[in-house]
């Protein structure tokens, strides 16, 4: 868990990078001690006096003087002794005797790499004594050099990894990494909110604990672009420090996403080649294709439904932006917020949800889409509500199914298509079509092709001949004269059931592949 007190352990030293690049060498048995102080130690004297919750920093290079502070520490009750390499000239690194008299001690050795000893001890007592000055100097570093680079996520990711040494990444609300590794372990729950977040992350793989900051949220609080920062530190100032340090951060971030949208506004009808390449991505949607979409304030997680509305007959000028610009007005009065992108044909439109929609909200859908398109020359189709990013490609799919086969209907679900739908997916399939054409073709251009017209509604209306004849606009008996010289052409007898479904199939299928 993430500890509460104030103070830092050895460990804590070493994992918030306090210590730049030192490394354990012995003693890991007492890095969870906590440290009081901070002391310098050029000779024996110096190690004599330095007392219980101290960490020693050898300044001198004699071999016996490390030798002398692991007894002092066991002794006196001394947390750890640091070893100083300098970066130049020539070095003695303790001996394996050494090591293996602090690991018999139980007494963490450190050895770090450093000019000047003394920076290395005022970086410890900041951060042991003044953890405050040691925060405000951390983000005055991270704010200086946000402030002399463009602060896209790859460079602000660089900045906190190279000064709070964690790891980093900025995730959409899908939970994809568009820049950096998303931390192994994180909590199902972390992006489901909408403020900031510090959890502790569980397991020897992730240990330490996990910030979770939005970069951009939209108008419903919704949180579209998360920063995401794990540090392997436990202690609660720490933690503190890297979320208050990683809100700055994602202000920078979201400085930097307001401007590429202005951007991606101004390249409007980018939009739709944009979701041209996330329909065609199907179910592998790459990280590349989400941050675009996210730039462009498309929400990707949750359960879409998709509409596609197309004109009844296209007129020079239908998709300009104007007309776009008032389709979108004219959903928003009845409600519909969601994402409206023009295409080269109509619109895509996608409403999203936090969870599954009720199969009982397609219709309040429908006929809401009905007003809204009221107006308009249009019609529309309704798809299915799919999760997650693929999710918004295979419900435009359905939704531009369904408004194909529209018909008179102003707005069709794609559930209400029924045997349309079927036989259009038959007409699809060569061998079924090719089976329906060979079996209706001796009626092909016999009276003008009114033969084989009057045999498809005379099938449709259930074999009544006096409905097919009102459809038909001819006399009852010009009907029944028909079907009987359709049935002598096919070779085939109506009153059986299993050739009129075949007929009635074939019917239907030639005229869906027709369509």
């Known amino acids: 868990m993430i500890d509460d007190a ?16 030192a490394c354990l060498l012995a003693g890991e048995r007492g890095v969870d001690t906590e440290v009081a102080d901070v002391r310098l130690a050029a000779d024996m004297t110096a190690v004599e006096a330095c007392s219980g919750g101290d960490l020693v920093i050898l300044t001198g290079q004699q071999p016996y003087l490390v030798e002398v502070a692991l007894r002092r520490a066991y002794s006196a009750d001394v947390r750890a002794v640091v070893v100083v390499r300098p970066t130049t000239g020539t070095f003695q690194a303790p001996s394996a005797a050494t090591i293996s008299f602090a690991n018999r001690l139980g007494v963490p050795l450190l050895q770090t790499k450093a000019d000047d000893p003394l920076l290395v001890a005022d970086a410890l007592r900041t951060a042991v004594r003044r953890p405050e000055v040691a925060a405000a100097r951390l983000l005055n570093a991270v704010t200086a050099r946000l402030g002399r680079s463009r602060p896209d996520p790859r460079s602000v990711i660089t900045i ?14 899908d939970g994809t990494a568009i820049e950096g590794v998303s931390p192994p372990g994180l909590p199902p729950d972390l992006l489901h909110g909408s403020v900031a977040t510090l959890v502790e992350m569980a397991g020897d793989a992730a240990g330490g604990f996990a910030v979770a900051v939005p970069v951009e949220t939209d108008r419903t609080g919704h949180v579209h672009l998360w920063l995401v920062s794990h540090a392997r530190g436990r202690n609660k100032r720490w933690a503190e420090t890297v979320l208050q340090i990683s809100q ?13 949208r202005l951007e991606t506004e101004r390249r409007a009808r980018s939009r739709g080649s944009l979701l041209a390449e996330l329909l065609a991505s199907g179910d592998d949607v790459p ?37 776009t610009e008032r389709l979108r007005v004219e959903l928003s009065r009845r409600g519909l917020h969601g994402q409206l992108v023009e295409g080269a044909e109509g619109w895509s439109f996608w409403l999203t949800n936090d969870s599954e929609p009720p199969q009982s909200q397609h219709r309040e859908l429908t006929a809401k889409l009905t007003l809204a398109l009221g107006s308009c020359q249009m019609v529309a189709g309704v798809g ?16 531009r199914e369904a408004a194909a086969m529209a018909g008179a209907a102003k707005v069709v679900h794609i559930d209400e298509l029924g045997v349309r739908r079927l036989l259009s997916m038959a007409a699809e399939t060569p061998a079924l079509v090719e089976q329906a054409t060979r079996l209706l073709e001796p009626l092909t251009g016999v009276e003008d092709g009114q033969l084989l017209r009057t045999l498809a509604i005379y099938l449709d209306e259930e074999s009544v001949t006096s409905s097919a004849a009102v459809r038909l606009k001819v006399h009852r008996n010009t009907v029944a004269q028909r079907i009987n010289r359709a049935e002598q052409l096919l070779g085939v007898s109506l009153l059986n059931p299993d050739e009129r479904l075949a007929v009635h199939l074939a019917c239907r299928a030639v005229r869906a592949s027709d369509e």
């Open 6 to 21: 104030d103070a830092l352990t050895v460990r804590d030293l070493l994992e918030i990078g306090v210590l730049g690049d």
């Open 160 to 173: 906190l990894s190279g000064e709070l040494h964690v790891t980093c990444a900025v995730i959409s609300a």
């Open 248 to 260: 700055v951060a994602s202000w920078a971030l979201g400085n930097w996403v307001a401007a590429e």
């Open 287 to 323: 990280p590349q294709l989400v941050q675009q979409a996210v730039l462009a304030g498309w929400r990707l997680d949750g359960w879409h439904t998709g509409v596609y509305a197309v004109p009844n007959a296209p007129t020079p000028g239908m998709f300009d932006t104007a007309h």
């Open 384 to 399: 299915r509500p799919h999760p997650g990013t693929s999710g918004v490609g295979h419900t435009l799919a359905e939704a």
